[in-house]
């Protein structure tokens, strides 16, 4: 009978098994072919994040005086950054949209992944690098991966030393600190350079299609004596190839330090870069047979057949970690074109002609004076000073100048900075400021914003569907591996009258999460708002006999437009769930106020009850109130108290506007009332307007009196809503 072989281990190192060993040597020497191959690609590189850090290339013809460098390439590239990221990320904070399979909203999953998109810090640290590189390189490139960090904080404690007891003459030992270890984990995203990146094989469209195909994908990882020995602790390297990596790391080759981006990003910080003691190392992602199956498997290659190590993927989500995707796709090709390649030439001549004009500049300052050396012997004493005196005839002297060719200079600039922007798509609109230039008509700022719009919804999209949405799904199923405990995030939407704090347990993957990065849907979807309300309205004036068999529910829809135009934070306040106005006991509340928390009243409160348990609590210990939270809730109660005792006296159910309607109201399920439909809304279509009351939906506004606006008033044009396009004047 057959033995059977123990099953693989994620953690077991494959890179000792011979068969193992030998495909991945085939691999390594395909990657390092390949790495030559992309050589001039890195190189060109290199040379546009020269021109994007305003450092001098060798392809500069004029070589004078001035040393300038317009920068060109920088703002364009910095204009899109700055719109694209702002669209990416709307001022409303909801970024993140969940679909699940069994049709329920996931109100927790949502908070979750908004708490991680936070943690990583994509708006402030990951997207604009990543924007920036994928202008400059042609290629959106991030690794994510699982952080865990632990370090120990020291506080003190919450109970007070008893000294009572103490005999005159003992010391209390009083030690009011204690020390706790905390855990900060969650996804990270690594914003990797494209010369850092090999996906074999290159016309592969994207990497699962490479990996399928029976290719690789390759990071370049630049490693310190820390980072290998940290390695070998993690069992990602193994121990004796480790040690002798550490033992060759002496100096980089020459050309691998030429190759590394981040040398030039460092360079251009300021920063002083020694290579030395750094170790290259290759991390390939690619499929081997492991006991009969075929999985996916992550090696590190040393160089000169040193294979550091090889497991199987660390994570469940069996996929490569790499999420790559060209800035515009390329027929055939797996990577894009930098956007900025069209435009090297044209910053290459416009560094010449500014240094031209600096100098032209510069002689026109100088005045030329031209004198006959005949009829002026004394040459030698015509001294350009204060108060000077000149011994020569003035008939025989003259003064010149030399031609301001600098101003041609500057128009020329100027025109190779329009091209640059157009060649870029970044228009007026995208500029913070245009110093000396006349402000445009009206029909030309309304252009300017559509042009706009349309060029940053293509852009965004690009990124949304490429990058965004499957990050997303990377960070719910490292969050699934990794996370053991309940985590405590912020959660906004109809779970909560406002924003609190939700408890997310352990995530069991029982069903299918749809994600989509929601910030650039809600950007683009700004404009509708009017066109939503304005369906809303037809569609609450059809009778319930045209649709038989449909029930009309309006509340998802109104919902949606409270999130869109006032965002996740104020529209649960504006548009309230009868659920969260239900009673909360009276045990929750008095810990929530010990802690400081202010607490707001709901009417269904029994008052009475509530002051009287609030104060038998605070006066059991008046040390509870010391927020003064205690005191203020209380007069909320005392000041709803009366708002219930007015509602009675003039015949009202308490509990104001969110109380019951009054019997004989008409309305449907009303006590002693009939069963009757509503009666049409004053201005609802289909019904007489009835005064100047407007339709529902409508933005009403009084007669204007005074058309012209106060003075230093902004004008109309240069303030423009997201979105929004502002109509031309006919003139």
């Known amino acids: 009978m057959a033995r059977k072989r123990k099953e693989t281990k994620r953690s077991d190192d494959l890179s000792t098994r011979p068969a193992i060993r030998d495909e991945l040597l085939e691999v390594f020497a395909d990657v390092s072919r ?51 990221v702002n669209q990416i990320f709307p001022q409303a904070g909801r970024c993140v949209e969940v679909t699940s399979s069994d049709g329920e909203i996931p109100h927790a999953i949502i908070a979750l992944q908004e708490h991680y998109v936070r943690r990583a810090k994509l708006r402030t640290k990951v997207m604009p690098a990543m924007v ?93 004596k820390a980072r290998i020995k940290k390695a070998i602790a993690d069992g990602e390297v193994n121990e004796d190839a480790g040690q002798t990596l550490l033992k060759s790391m002496t100096k980089v080759a020459a050309d691998q330090a030429k190759k ?27 499929r081997l047979e492991v006991d009969g199956d075929d999985r996916l498997c992550r090696s590190f290659y040393g160089g000169e057949d040193n294979i550091l190590g090889c497991t199987l993927t660390p994570y469940w989500y069996e996929r490569v970690p790499l999420i790559s995707h060209p ?6 090709v797996f990577k894009g074109i930098s956007k900025v390649e069209p435009v090297a030439s044209i910053q290459v001549y416009a560094n010449d002609i500014i240094n031209e004009a600096a100098d032209s500049a510069t002689y026109a300052m100088l005045p030329i004076i031209m004198t006959d050396p005949n009829q002026n012997p004394r040459i030698n004493s015509m001294v ?54 006349a402000k445009n008509n009206q029909a030309e700022v309304a252009q300017e914003q559509l042009v706009d719009i349309l060029t940053t919804a293509d852009a965004v999209t690009v990124i949304e569907q490429g990058v965004l949405n499957e990050m997303l799904t990377w960070f719910l199923w490292l969050d699934h591996q990794f996370r053991d405990d309940d985590i405590i995030v912020k959660a906004f939407g109809t779970m909560g009258l406002k924003a609190k704090m939700e408890s997310v347990p352990p995530i069991q993957m029982e069903n299918r999460y749809d994600f989509k990065w929601y910030g650039v849907e809600a950007a683009r979807n700004a404009q509708n708002i009017q066109q939503m309300i304005a369906a809303m309205n037809v569609i609450r004036g059809i009778p319930p006999q045209l649709y038989p068999g449909r029930m009309m529910d309006l509340v998802p829809l109104i919902e949606r437009l409270c ?52 104060l038998t609590d605070m006066q059991a210990d008046p040390d509870k109130d010391a927020h003064g939270t205690y005191r203020a809730h209380l007069v909320k109660h005392q000041q709803q108290m009366q708002q219930k005792m007015a509602a009675i006296t003039q015949g009202a159910q308490p509990g104001g506007q969110g109380g019951q309607p009054q019997q004989g109201s008409g309305w449907p399920g009303a006590p002693g009332g009939q069963m009757q439909p509503p009666q049409p809304t004053p201005g609802m279509a289909g019904t007489p307007r009835i005064g100047m009351m ?38």
């Open 132 to 224: 920036k590189n994928g202008d400059i390189e042609g290629q959106y490139n991030i690794y994510v991966s699982w952080e865990d960090n632990s370090y120990r904080v020291t506080k003190r404690k919450e109970t007070k030393p008893k000294i009572s007891g103490y005999t005159v003459g003992e010391a209390a030992p009083i030690d009011d600190r204690e020390s706790d270890e905390m855990y900060d984990a969650g996804p990270t995203v690594e914003v990797v350079p494209d010369s850092d990146v090999l996906v074999l094989p290159v016309t592969a469209d994207t990497i699962d299609e490479a990996i399928q195909w029976g290719g690789s994908v390759t990071i370049i990882r630049r490693w310190t």
């Open 563 to 614: 999130e869109d135009a006032f965002g996740p934070r104020l529209a649960p306040l504006i548009f309230k769930d009868v659920r969260d106005l239900l009673s909360i006991e009276t045990t929750v509340e008095n810990q929530l106020l010990r802690e400081g928390f202010d607490l707001a009243v709901n009417p269904t409160d029994n008052d009475q009850q509530h002051i009287q348990d609030h």
């Open 260 to 286: 590394d981006a981040k040398k030039q990003h460092v360079d251009a910080a300021g920063i002083m870069y020694e290579p030395q003691l750094i170790a290259q190392v290759y991390e390939t992602w690619c």
């Open 694 to 731: 407007p339709r529902p939906g409508a933005m009403p506004a009084g007669p204007n009196a005074n058309p012209q606006a106060p003075t230093g008033s902004i004008p109309r044009d240069a303030m423009p809503r997201a979105g929004a396009v502002p109509m031309p004047r006919r003139m």
């Open 34 to 84: 390949g790495f030559e191959d992309q050589w001039e690609r890195t190189n060109k590189q290199l040379d546009y994040w020269n021109l994007f850090n305003c450092l001098p290339v060798d392809k500069q013809v004029y070589d004078g005086n001035a040393k300038l460098f317009v920068p060109l390439v920088q703002d364009a590239v910095n204009a899109r950054k700055t719109r694209f």
């Open 384 to 437: 350009i000073d204060l108060g000077a005196i000149w011994e020569t005839s003035p008939e025989h002297t003259q003064f010149a100048k030399f031609p301001e060719l600098w101003k041609d200079g500057l128009e020329i600039v100027g025109s190779l900075r329009g091209q640059v922007f157009q060649t870029l798509g970044v228009n007026p609109s995208m500029i913070t400021s245009q110093m000396g230039k």
């Open 327 to 332: 800035v515009e796709k390329v027929s055939g």
